[in-house]
């Protein structure tokens, strides 16, 4: 019997806004016939590193910043591999995987080479981040049983608990005096904390439970994914408490997936939209 089956892919999008806020519409970045996802900006905004099952199985995947010149970074073969984020001198990318069952949080030189291992603890450790001075990596890990965000030095060693209510997927804000968090995964919000612990707030009941990878904190604000009404990106402005519909979007968030970046100099949006049949990231460019 003959048959044939679809199957659905992400891929990542460019859009651009002018200067005086006209629009355009967005442009497929970075896609293939699988799923490319998580995009993140080198600190120089020249490179994109996202996360790709084109090879078959999920690793970690570079590319220019307009998409061209793509090349595999990793080649764990076996494992589910992704959520990359670059270190603050551009020379290294922290990422989860999971090798031997248990997710664990891994760092590449992007020049090449085996990655090293940092946490080894038998739970589950996913969606690494970088502070602002290089020293710490954030992650989330279920080893206390249930989700909550750690910090462990970059070099490896001692990790510590930082949330205590719930806590995943945690970013530092860009003087890093602040650490936000998506809550959970299946609720929704982004939370504040000191980078040390302490006391733990809400900053916004955005983006909604599954899209906990669709926000991204700049030095005036953030931006996040608003399904509340028509998707779209909305931006919080931390000055002025106020929020505006930044764009609408073309097609369908991904659900549990990473899926927003902001470049370094505050000009483009890389975003993962589903396509029918396969996704893309997507690049916004003059936000402001």
Not at 48 to 56: H, K, L, T, V, W
Not at 63 to 74: F, I, N
Not at 121 to 144: C, H, L, Q, T
Request: net charge negative; charged share 20%; with cysteine.
């Amino acid at each position: 019997m003959a048959y044939t089956q679809a199957s659905l892919s992400d891929s990542i999008w460019r859009r651009h806004l002018d200067s005086q806020g006209g629009r355009e519409a967005a442009q497929r970045l970075i896609s293939s016939t699988r799923i490319d996802a998580g995009p993140q900006f080198s600190p120089d905004g020249r490179t994109i590193a996202f996360q790709s099952d084109r090879s078959g199985v999920f690793e970690i995947w570079l590319c220019k910043s307009d998409g061209t010149d793509v090349r595999q970074l990793t080649h764990f073969g076996v494992a589910w591999t992704g959520t990359p984020r670059w270190s603050p001198d551009g020379r290294f990318i922290v990422f989860d995987s999971r090798p031997k069952g248990d997710a664990d949080i891994f760092v590449a030189d992007v020049q090449g080479g085996l990655p090293q291992r940092i946490t080894i603890d038998p739970s589950n450790e996913v969606v690494p981040s970088w502070s602002r001075d290089g020293r710490w990596i954030y992650f989330a890990s279920d080893r206390s049983g249930r989700w909550e965000v750690w910090k462990a030095p970059s070099a490896g060693g001692t990790a510590n608990q930082i949330t205590h209510q719930g806590g995943f997927a945690a970013l530092e804000s860009a003087d890093g005096k602040t650490l936000y968090y998506a809550k959970s995964l299946n609720l929704p919000g982004i939370w504040k904390v000191s980078p040390a612990g302490g006391e733990e707030s809400e900053v916004v009941g955005m983006p909604q439970p599954g899209f906990w990878g669709y926000w991204a904190p700049v030095r005036d604000g953030i931006y996040y994914l608003d399904t509340s009404r028509t998707p779209g990106f909305d931006f919080l402005s931390l000055s002025t408490h106020r929020t505006n519909r930044v764009f609408d979007l073309e097609d369908r968030p991904v659900e549990g997936a990473p899926g927003l970046a902001v470049s370094p100099n505050g000009k483009f949006i890389l975003y993962t939209l589903l396509n029918q049949s396969n996704s893309d990231i997507a690049l916004v460019q003059n936000l402001k």
